[in-house]
């Protein structure tokens, strides 16, 4: 590609025209049309800048997360239905697609699920209930915190940027293997839009992930010692560990990959010494604890839901600490699991598969405490139980089938098969969007002020579930009947188009699931003087969160709670404690734009980085830094709030 | 405290770039002997010239405990005559790793030759990259040296500059031991 | 929760266990009806892995139902749970031991079996095995047949209950993966490297193999033929190739090496010499 000074790769065959790229321009044009302006019209630009997007208050943080990650959860759903049709109709034909834009498709549709759909959802829900749930006020590092959610932002929109410019993702799998993803095969830009958007995310994710675990090992309530905290917080904890550890793997290999793409080097390319094998290696040592921290946030949930809807302690809390931390320690022993194919040989494939199993007994123990807890408890099947109870059936089944490909002949059957892809999303659906739809039931009330429409939730849960088993038992049948996976059209004599007709059903009985929340949540706002939670405990709670209004004050708690028990507040309530009622001042932080400066100058930095404009790649980081370095000598970065005014704000809620 | 917080928060940060730089390292092993037909460590490296390299960043590092020190004592003045000398040091060092770069490059010997010339410029070239931003960093930090009165948040700031400074040394001792020297000697 | 509701669950499970037993009982159910020794024994440790995982699985599920069910029947009367105030080691280390011992047991039974059907291992036969060098090509599959001299695309014949011994790379192709369902499990084909499959086929027929690793554009056609006979009609097969007009001459080979798909099924009644060693080497030292 011949390469200008000013516009480095761009040139006009760069801009949209394919059907789909003009579709998605119009697309991202027309709701950007509408929803400025909407703004203007309720006068609503200052109060969006100042209310939330400058916003250093994690709930506020929070819910953008919340609302970034439906947003891309949307597109991600149409890459899958778009999956789903070519699949049903490419039975000795070529379907509606062809291979190089399918290929686009399942790419997207992975990066957009993992980073920034299940990522921003969990990181949403940590921003609301963590500091709640320690009995702190915020995250450590505020401002970090919305940099953070900038960053992944930034990521999201360079991701989808290629519909405007440029016209082609990367086909190479989500995970961009080595050598498709080199410059021999691929030597356009559209894996540089892959590498760095997850660059962009994958740094607003390491940087949330040192904000909560600073937070969770510094900021907890006095008297909340490691063993009293909730089993969400544990779990949380550990996820963040592995974020810490991993995604630098990520940074790293991507970047390498990066190198031998923009410079020519030689890391992984076939040919002149380069390492394809290593590709593989590295980037599942980030991916297998990726997988890890998309599930162990949902078990968490899961133990704090069951608990709290059987009116029972969660059973075996020190050995549910234990699971979560052997489910760490272990994820990362076990990356190669994923190319038992690459011929690493018989003694290196078993103990990797060896050790894979053990994750087993882990999984085990936490599911025969759920089912424990549930036992000897007085249940009330509110909709966040018929999650868990879904959840707790795909889990076994899902892990199943992780167990039996952990064992390496059978993997050498089904590996690469739709055995696979129905195992993963088995996963992913069943344990962390089952948990992120429970959670977010759950915590509703909380965030909201009124509830979720009991009706339309389990009514969602119903699609839900059998629209998971009409859509992926049919994959796991076609696992067994030699179908490879990313296939975009097959010979109709193999006999799969039925069963991928089937599994299209089920889609769309989970699309309708999908409309059913949707309602759900317009119904509910439209009825939310009737749904309202005026106690600030809806569910009878056990832990700190429950003990604030709802929603809480932006500065979470008046007095920060003294802790002496493992489930404080369930303790406060056995205690009939009355709330302190003694304020004292404290510091909050103040909201800045800085962090969307940065991400901004971040964004053209990953522009340029793509498409290979150095000018604009320096201008970009230079312009990142400079705000870092301004931003360092801010003293005024937090904001004293005096007893008299948190008294107002207690009274005029009814605390005072 | 706040900045108990930030300095825990900091090294959180530093184990996460260690981490970074475990991958250029276990790049750098898996292709060292992939030289694709071209010259390999042994015959690139000049040992004289990175212990003087070696010797510049263990000076800095010295020199930059120093500086630290007279932060912690309030003499302003010599925190920054000692900053500046490690400055000057980490210069000179960056000064020389260009140079070593730019020499491999005339030769033909670029990062484009071999995946064994790719993962050494990449791991060297990354711990230079630090280094500057070290660089930067440390301007900054002077600057706000002569600026600022030297209350504990700022104090916390400038240690936190000391403590990538004597980072980005630690990984230079295994960049010396596995790239020069094990590339040397064995 | 309403009976109803609980009813809907287990009969959802009923159905897909059922839906799954009987699809897998047609012949197209590829993994579940192997034609060759090294898929047999696969399917062999499926089956016992699954059994043992059922084990826990199956009274685990009627576990959850039952105390599901016993939860949406019993009336509600106290306001309070009985909490769990005891926390007996003993019932902890009950709910740890039974899954070690299931995961150690499958566990052993793992590291034998990956030692035994490890693709790299030679069958036990007394006849020597037939070698056929793989080159996956974009997008297509070359075979060279070294002691036969001779070369196909796209097809291979083999006879069958004698062992072959695949030796796999790729040239002007990413990462492959060469898999015939019904004869054996997959293993990667990649530039520069040479990985080795062992397969014996146990019955005549004819089978599809294909790519099992995205490689690009053509990869859904990167189909071939699987051919197997009796040995011989397998002499008469070769010598049938050994008069065909192709010849793999490295001319023609750098032709195969552009990307193209679909191509035809060609038979090359001879074959370049130490083609597939030179093809490999190029990758690891610059060509003189």
Redesign the interface.
Known sequence: MKKNFFTGKLTFESLPDHWYTIGGTVFIILVGLIVAFILTKKKRWKWLWKKWLTSTDPKRIGTMYMIFAGLMFFRGMLDAGMIWLQQSLAADSQGYL???HF?QIFTSHGDIMVFFVTMGFFFGLMNWIIPLQIGARDL??PFLNSLGLWLTVSGGVLLNLFFVIGGQFA???WLA????S?LE?NPGVRVDYLIWSLQLSGLGS?LAG??F??TI???RAPGMTLMKMPLFVWTSLCAMVLI??A???L???TL?LW??RV?????F??????????Y?N?IWMWGHPEVYILVLPAFGMFSEIVATF????I?????MVWAAIMITVLSYLVWLHH?F???A???V??FF??VT??I??P???Q???W?L???????Q?QSP??WF??F??LF??GG?AG??M????????????LFLVAHFHTMIVGVALFGIFAGTTYWFPKIMGFRLDEKLG?RAF?LW??GY?VSF?PL??L????A?R??????SS??WQP?FIISTIGFVIIACGCFTQVMQLIISYKKRKEFSDQTGDPWDGRTLEWMTTSPPPFYNFAVIPNVSTREAFWEMKQKKLPPSKSYQEFELPKNTGMGIYISVFAFFAGFALVWHIPWLALLGALGA?TCV?IR??DKHTEYMLTAEEIERVESSRGQG | MVSDSKVFGFWVYLMTDLIVFAVLFSAFIVLRNNTFGGPSGRELFSMPFVLTETLLLLTSTFTCSLGMLFVHRNQKRSAIFWFLVTFVCGLSFLGMELFEFSELVKGGDSWQRSAFLSSFFTLVGTHGFHISIGLIWMSVAMFRIYLCPLTSDVISKIFRMALFWHFLDIVWVFIFTVVYGMGHIL | MKKSHFTVILLTLVAATLGIFFALRSEHALLVHPKGEIARRELHLMATNVLLMLSIIVPTLILLFLVVWKQVTKRHDDKKGSPNTRHPIFREGILWIIPLIVVLVMGVITWFAAHKLDPYRPLQSKRTPLHIQVVALDWKWLFIYPQQGIATLNFIEIPENIPVRFSLSADGSPMNSFWIPQLSGQIYAMSGMITTLHIMANEQGEYTGRAAEINGAGFADMTFAVKVTSESDFMDWINSVKSSPHELTGTVYSELIKPSMKNQITFYSSVKKDLFEQMVEKYLKPSS
Do not use: C
Request: no cysteine; aromatic share 16%.
């Open positions: 062809s291979s190089d290929q450590a590092f086909n190479t799998g293997i080595t050598p498709l080199e095969f390491l040192i904000n675990l600073v090992i510094k900021k810490i550890s995604f630098p793997v940074t790293a290999t390498l190198l031998d410079l020519e080097m030689h890391f390319t076939a040919g002149f010494g380069g390492n394809q094998m290593m593989i590295l059987s009116k029972n302690q059973s075996g809390y020190v050995s190319f194919t690459m011929g040989g018989a003694n494939n078993s598969g060896i199993m053990f087993a007994i999984s085990g123990v599911v025969f405490n089912i807890t549930m036992f000897k408890g007085r249940v099947f139980m018929y109870v879904g707790l059936i076994m089944f199943m167990v039996f952990a064992s390496p002949p059978a993997d050498f059957q089904v590996h690469n098969s389990k119903w579930f059998v088993f038992i796991y049948i696992g067994f009947m030699g490879t990313r296939l975009d059209h097959y010979a193999t006999h069963l830094l370095i360092s000598f």
